[in-house]
Antibody, heavy 123, light 107 residues
Framework: QVQLQESGPGLVKPSQTLSLTCTVS??????????WSWIRQPPGKGLEWIGY???????YYNPSLKSRLSISLDTSRNQFSLRLSSVTAADTAVYYC???????????????WGQGTLVTVSS | DIQMTQSPSSLSASVGDRVTITCRAS??????LAWYQQKPGKVPKLLIY???TLQSGVPSRFSGSGSGTDFTLTISSLQPEDVATYYC?????????FGQGTKVEIK
């Protein structure tokens, strides 16, 4: 049973960089069948997809976040990471990492989610 | 980008009622449509994919239908444990987009 767990600071100052890591256990991040994903949910609001990374290191980002976003992976540690720069209060959200079951190119259904971590942007 | 619109935004129904939620895509997406259930304070859970295929372990009172632009999620007999917000998600191509959610409560 694959499990995902987010880790990182719960509080980030405005204009700084938000950094989170997702540790995958019970399965390999080097699986060619999956896109490893970040999804966020502002308090009381809906779900917003942030981006994908494939085991090859290829990425696809939400166009609305692309200029501030970087997703990377560390296959030796079975982890993938999110960096979002120049954050504002609008970036306050629960951040989930999720496993996307690959359907076709850059297309996935999210069949396994981490527990989520709340990141607050505030001075 | 394709937009996903759910209706209603919220509903209240009695235990045992049949409940239907609609999701409409701004362009055709074939059957590349998934539904998720998010119980209060919990993680979203995949219910249905390919518009009508139940994820393993999901009760048979849940069903999905539709193709192209119009989709529905039906709960045939609402149970107290079905209180949740339900989201549709299109995955025909990137970016994957979620609907705004439908909150289901018990009357």
């Amino acid at each position: 049973q694959v499990q995902l767990q987010e880790s990182g600071p719960g509080l980030v100052k405005p204009s700084q960089t938000l950094s989170l890591t997702c540790t995958v256990s019970g399965g390999s991040i080097s699986s060619g069948d999956h896109y490893w994903s970040w999804i966020r949910q502002p308090p009381g609001k809906g779900l917003e997809w942030i981006g994908y990374i494939y085991y090859s290191g290829s990425t696809y980002y939400n166009p609305s976040l692309k200029s501030r976003l970087s997703i990377s992976l560390d296959t030796s540690r079975n982890q993938f990471s999110l960096r979002l720069s120049s954050v504002t209060a609008a970036d306050t959200a629960v951040y989930y990492c999720a496993r996307g079951k690959k359907v076709q190119l850059w297309s996935a259904i999210f069949d396994n989610w981490g527990q989520g971590t709340l990141v607050t942007v505030s001075s | 980008d394709i937009q996903m619109t759910q209706s209603p935004s919220s509903l209240s129904a009695s235990v045992g009622d049949r409940v239907t939620i609609t999701c409409r895509a701004s362009q055709g997406i074939s059957n590349f449509l998934a539904w998720y259930q998010q119980k209060p304070g919990k993680v979203p859970k995949l219910l249905i994919y390919a518009a009508s295929t139940l994820q393993s372990g999901v009760p048979s009172r849940f069903s999905g239908s539709g193709s192209g632009t119009d989709f529905t999620l039906t709960i045939s007999s609402l149970q107290p444990e079905d209180v949740a917000t339900y989201y549709c998600q299109k995955y025909d191509s990137a970016p994957p987009t979620f609907g705004q959610g439908t909150k289901v409560e018990i009357k």
